[in-house]
């Protein structure tokens, strides 16, 4: 049966009764054509995470390779939350540590929603708010008692950890903190997959040749680190002015050619499937009691299906911010994307359609429907100050980077 | 008939096995499924119905498990970034670059996430002759729903109580399925972790004292009705169920020690057999001493090398065990079981020193790793064309080493010896046909009891007029670890 739309009652009863799942799956093509070359990321060895699948139909299985890895994902699905949230399309608790008025070399903000650990993150601990460290103040006191059957304060300062997961490791009770599986898992596979060859090289528009050196470390003066001079070369410990890199060569300055590489990079697919799953038992497991009081269903249920509808929100408003994954890594959909909600085993899945748009709308009922049972909200972004030590360790930071680039 | 249906929502399965946090459990172990039960019972409010049904689960025998088989995402290690300091310097107070989201540096760590791709993501686990109440029934289908994850958190599955028409409704399923069934022995191909009375009490006191829980117990699988898919295919008189040990511990090993090797095991399993004196098809010596005759031969250890690869330096990653195919598994339990398995059925560390050569720990595989000469399928086929990996020390004396036909015939002679069909065809060489093998000249010799002169070594590609089953161990060295054959060609091995 197909649908067009999800409405609130519907989510609703995905979420009380015993579906499993909200699922999409997208097909997806390089933003250049069929066939085009596409950029996986590499792990540790230059290895981009290769496996065989088993496609219908074919009897041997398919190369295949992870385009976008379950943690990237929810790392998009979050940024989509952020920019909705800074556009004001959406309603959001965001926690914000301001590096503002520190004369750093570079001001730096940062949200809940970009932090790793998401609130539970070291930044936040290491921050003040109202002229307290975090964990000690009255929100951050809130997170100090939260589990899965007391996820209310999370729900009220930072509800995607409830989506994408959270492990309090470094609050109070350290290792023994709590944790919170993520209910929401979203993978990108290319099939088929081909690895190809890239090439790398420089052409200088000087036409600086290697013989024209060698080069020497200069001291510091407007900004230019060597000279030609050995003379007044900055000397090593021997007395002997000391080279650029090993031996000098302008190319250690990047001056010069490079000479033209060829090596193993990219491959082809015959197309990518993104797959997104939203657990609904991982919902339901959360309870969210109020002021001590005992657990309600129906504020549990508010509260989930406040979560199903964010849930949803962020897988749609990250598809509408495409799928740049990094250079030389951008897909298209090839169709309208349909989500599937997944009943019993023996029943047919339910289809529906929907915007970003009207994921928004969608969650922005589900919202208003919470919090009249007392669920709280942080509506108003919370700000906090990095605290000194932290403002150091920065500064230095960006003073040691920003040398070494000098060094160059 | 009661069975629980596992469907892996993204189409993969991440957990790690418990015997080696580089490769991933497939198919999930019963007693995975039952701690997943557990949480969701220890979550929701302990509901009284749903600790009884927990209670009659664990009473019952290990489950069948029914799986198709998988393929492993490639292992990657992936740098997450930490939590215990927000600091951007590194430890040597460098600036660490800003990776991601994160607009200042912050350190990472490795992590990998082993994962097993099924051919088809779905799992059964079938408890073909219990029928559980339908309180219970009603109790763990209510626990079943609310399993969100097995395994790693991203692991997503939907969990349910199937009943028998739906399984076998599910004829493609059922088709490219393996039916893993419990078997009396834990020397088994497959050796899954499966619950008893009492785990979800231990489960209980562990969690309250914060600590993990402990392993469970161990028990051995076997493919159902294996023979009965492939009958018609001929095979040596060793079982192809080998029982495989990798080394765990000490020195790196060549194929130059290994009559040493075979010998230190050898003399471990004799002497830890508790049967005394080890029974003819082990010892491979009669109640009086002399050199056993049995038509079915007795046991045989061989090396496990890393070769045939391009990289391949021939060094050991282990050893097997093959027993004549007429001696029961069970009997080998039966004698060795304090040897290789403690009370909970881990496996234990086989240790076999060798003097100043060194040590060899060993400890039987779980069937799970990835390493080529560990899988039993590298040796078994089955195959048309076979090349040796060590070489065929001949059973008799060669009157013309350069009569490549009287090499040739002693080898076919060799192979219908150990109950192989007549080869179509045998190059004898000097040489080995496997990278990283050793050449004849280079494999220790064998002597002769007789007159002490040394056995003549060959190399051979050997055809056989159909395929045939391993393992292929040929010539009077073939207990030691001598004439080992492997497949010529390699298909893909089924992972």
């Known amino acids: ?408 | 008939m009661f069975a629980l249906g596992v469907h892996y929502l993204n189409g993969w399965a991440m957990a790690t096995h418990p015997a080696d946090r580089e490769i991933p459990e497939w198919p999930p172990h019963p007693d995975r499924v039952f701690m997943a039960l557990a949480a969701a019972y220890f979550e929701a409010d302990e509901d009284d119905a749903e600790r009884d049904a927990l209670t009659w689960l664990e009473g019952q025998p290990p489950p069948q498990v029914i799986a198709t088989p998988e393929h492993r995402r490639q292992t990657v290690t992936a740098f997450v970034p930490v939590n215990d300091s927000s600091s951007p310097l590194n430890k040597r107070k460098e600036p660490i670059m800003p990776a991601g989201a994160l607009l200042i540096g912050r350190a990472r760590q490795p992590r990998s996430f082993p994962m097993a791709i099924p051919h088809q993501p779905v799992v059964f686990m079938v408890w073909k002759n219990s029928s559980p109440p339908l309180r219970h029934l009603s109790a763990l289908d209510q626990m079943a729903s609310k399993v969100a994850s097995l395994g790693h958190s991203a692991s997503l599955v939907q969990m349910w109580v199937a009943g028998e028409s739906e399984i076998m409704e599910r004829k493609g399923f059922l088709k490219k399925a393996l039916i893993l069934e419990p078997v009396g022995d834990p020397i088994s191909r497959f050796r899954l972790r499966v619950f008893g009375p009492g785990r979800l009490q231990h489960l209980r006191e562990r969690f309250n004292a914060n600590l993990r829980p402990t392993s469970p117990l161990w028990h051995g699988y076997a493919i159902a009705h294996e023979e009965e898919v492939q009958p018609s295919i001929p095979g040596s008189h060793f079982n192809p169920d080998l029982i495989v040990f990798r080394q765990s511990a000490g020195r790196r090993f060549g194929l130059t020690s290994t009559p040493l090797l075979a010998e230190a095991l050898r003399a471990t399993l004799m002497s830890h057999c508790s049967q005394q004196p080890p029974p003819e098809w082990l010892s491979g010596h009669r109640p009086d001493g002399r050199r056993s005759e049995r038509d079915g031969g007795h046991l045989a250890i061989f090396p496990l090398p890393h070769i045939g690869r391009p990289h391949a330096d021939g060094h050991l990653l282990g050893l097997a065990l093959a027993i004549p195919r007429d001696i029961p598994r069970k009997d080998l339990f039966a004698c060795l079981s304090g040897l290789f398995f403690d009370e909970i059925g881990w496996p234990k560390q086989i240790r076999l020193t060798l003097g100043r050569l060194g040590e060899c720990v060993l400890e039987m595989d779980e069937g799970q790793t990835p390493r080529a000469a560990l899988r039993p399928a590298t040796w078994l086929g089955p195959a048309r064309l076979w090349a040796t990996a060590t070489p065929i020390a001949l059973d008799r004396h060669i009157k013309s080493r350069q009569s490549v036909r009287e090499l040739e015939e002693i080898i076919k002679v060799s192979c219908r010896r150990i109950g192989l069909p007549e080869p179509q065809a045998v190059v004898p060489a000097p040489v080995p046909i496997f990278t990283g093998a050793l050449s004849s000249r280079e494999m220790p010799r064998i002597r002769r009891k007789t007159d002490g002169g040394h056995v003549y070594h060959t190399h051979a590609v050997i055809t056989f007029p159909c395929e045939v089953q391993g393992p292929l161990l040929i010539g009077s060295g073939r207990y030691r670890g001598y004439g080992l054959c492997r497949p010529l060609l390699q298909p893909e091995v089924q992972e």
């Open chain 1, 1 to 408: 049966m197909s649908q067009e739309a999800l409405t609130l009652d519907e989510l609703r009863n995905a979420v009380r009764g015993t579906a499993a799942a909200f699922r999409s799956v997208a097909e997806l093509q390089p933003a250049g054509g069929r066939g085009d070359k596409v950029f996986p990321p590499t792990y540790e060895g230059s290895k981009y995470a290769m496996e065989k699948r088993r496609l219908p139909g074919i009897e041997e299985p398919v190369d295949c390779v992870v385009l976008d890895s379950v943690q990237s994902q929810a790392n998009r699905m979050e940024l989509a939350l952020l920019d909705a949230w800074e556009a004001k399309r959406i309603s959001l608790p965001v926690l914000t540590v301001d590096f503002g008025g520190n004369n750093l070399e570079k001001v730096l903000r940062i949200t809940s929603l970009e932090m790793p650990h998401r609130i539970a993150d070291a930044i936040l601990r290491d921050s003040l708010l109202d002229g307290k460290p975090f964990r000690k103040s009255s929100a951050g006191k809130r997170l100090d008692n939260v589990d899965v059957k007391n996820a209310t304060a999370l729900f009220e300062l930072c509800p995607s950890a409830l989506l994408f997961g959270m492990w309090d490791s470094t609050g109070p009770k350290g290792g023994l903190g709590a944790k919170f599986a993520r209910a929401v898992v979203s993978e990108i596979v290319g099939y088929h997959a081909q690895t190809g060859r890239r090439t790398s090289s420089r052409i200088d528009p000087l036409q600086v040749q290697k013989a024209a050196g060698p080069l020497y470390v200069a001291e510091t003066k407007d900004g230019i680190h060597w000279t030609l001079d050995h003379q007044n070369a900055v000397k090593d410990s021997k007395g002997n002015p000391k080279k650029i890199g090993k031996d000098g060569a302008p190319s250690e300055a990047n001056l010069g050619n490079i000479t033209p590489t060829i090596a193993d990079g990219g491959v082809t697919i015959s197309h990518a499937i993104q797959t997104t799953v939203i657990s609904l038992p991982a919902l339901r497991r959360l309870r969210f009691p109020l002021d001590n009081r005992q657990q309600d269903p129906r504020v549990d249920l508010a509260a989930r299906t406040a979560l199903a509808a964010l849930a949803l929100c962020a897988a749609e408003l990250a598809r509408e911010a495409g799928y740049d994954l990094r250079s030389r890594c951008q897909l298209v959909p090839t169709r309208d994307v349909k989500w599937e909600l997944l009943l019993r085993p023996d029943e047919e899945p339910r289809r529906f359609r929907f915007s970003g748009e009207d994921s928004l709308n969608l969650f922005d009922q589900a919202l208003k429907n919470a919090l009249p049972t007392g669920l709280p909200w942080q509506a108003e972004e919370l700000r906090l100050q990095p605290s000194s030590e932290l403002v150091e360790l920065v500064r230095k930071s960006q003073e040691l980077a920003a040398q070494s680039v000098e060094e160059v």
